[in-house]
Nanobody, 123 residues
Framework: QVQLVESGGGLVQPGGSLRLSCAAS????????MGWYRQAPGKQRELVAA???????NNADSVKGRFTISRDNAKNTVYLQMNSLKPEDTAVYYCNADVTTYYSGTYRIQNYWGQGTQVTVSS
């Protein structure tokens, strides 16, 4: 089994910064794409940013120039540095990962979600 555990959310004033972390643990052979999604009240979950194992990134237009995604493959951890935060960034942020596991001679790729961390941008 694989677990994704997020940390770093909280309350911040407009213009402020936060750094989210997501650590994967469990029976991991390798982790492919990792990403951050968010869901605001009454809205659908949306992609914020994603990063491949090789470091290729993809950011939503709404966060380009403000958010930076990075990862540490040795630690199975992905980060989201969020700067110049706006009230519209308020949401629950979820970590997501495509994980390859190996058990009893079988490789399997599954998609996993973290439990979510609340980010609130308000004065």
């Amino acid at each position: 089994q694989v677990q994704l555990v997020e940390s770093g959310g909280g309350l911040v004033q407009p213009g402020g910064s936060l750094r989210l972390s997501c650590a994967a643990s469990g029976n991991i052979f390798s982790i492919n794409t990792m990403g951050w999604y968010r869901q605001a009240p009454g809205k659908q979950r949306e992609l914020v940013a994603a990063i491949t194992r090789g470091g290729i990134t993809n950011n939503a237009d709404s966060v380009k120039g403000r958010f930076t995604i990075s990862r540490d493959n040795a630690k199975n951890t992905v980060y989201l540095q969020m700067n110049s935060l706006k009230p519209e960034d308020t949401a629950v942020y979820y970590c997501n990962a495509d994980v390859t596991t190996y058990y009893s001679g079988t490789y399997r790729i599954q998609n996993y979600w973290g439990q979510g961390t609340q980010v609130t941008v308000s004065s």
